[in-house]
Nanobody
Framework: QVQLVESGGGVVQPGESRKLSCAAS????????MAWYRQGPGKERELVAT???????TYADPVKGRFTISRDNVKSTLLLQMNSLKPEDTAVYLC???????????????WGEGTLVTVST
């Protein structure tokens, strides 16, 4: 069994910062790519940022220069530092990881349940 649990969501004012965490737990042999997605009210799920096991990153245009994705491979943790938050960043932020368990021979996709970030005055 593998679980991804996000934390760090809440209500912030425009211009403020917030840091999200995603902890992976369970019978994990290795973690390949990890990513943050988000789904705003009435919107489709969209990719926010990705990071490979080697640390290479990509960002969606709306968050470039404001968000930073990182990971701790020892602690199996994914992070998202969000700065200069805008109302349009309001969304449920979901953690994604490609994980191989000790029982499996291939990588599978896993998702967290999400954490809500609301940017409002």
């Amino acid at each position: 069994q593998v679980q991804l649990v996000e934390s760090g969501g809440g209500v912030v004012q425009p211009g403020e910062s917030r840091k999200l965490s995603c902890a992976a737990s369970g019978s994990i042999s290795s973690i390949y790519n990890m990513a943050w997605y988000r789904q705003g009210p009435g919107k489709e799920r969209e990719l926010v940022a990705t990071i490979t096991s080697g640390g290479s990153t990509t960002y969606a245009d709306p968050v470039k220069g404001r968000f930073t994705i990182s990971r701790d491979n020892v602690k199996s943790t994914l992070l998202l530092q969000m700065n200069s938050l805008k109302p349009e960043d309001t969304a449920v932020y979901l953690c994604y990881a490609s994980i191989r368990t000790y029982a499996g021979s291939s990588f599978r996709s896993y998702w967290g349940e999400g954490t809500l970030v609301t940017v409002s005055t």
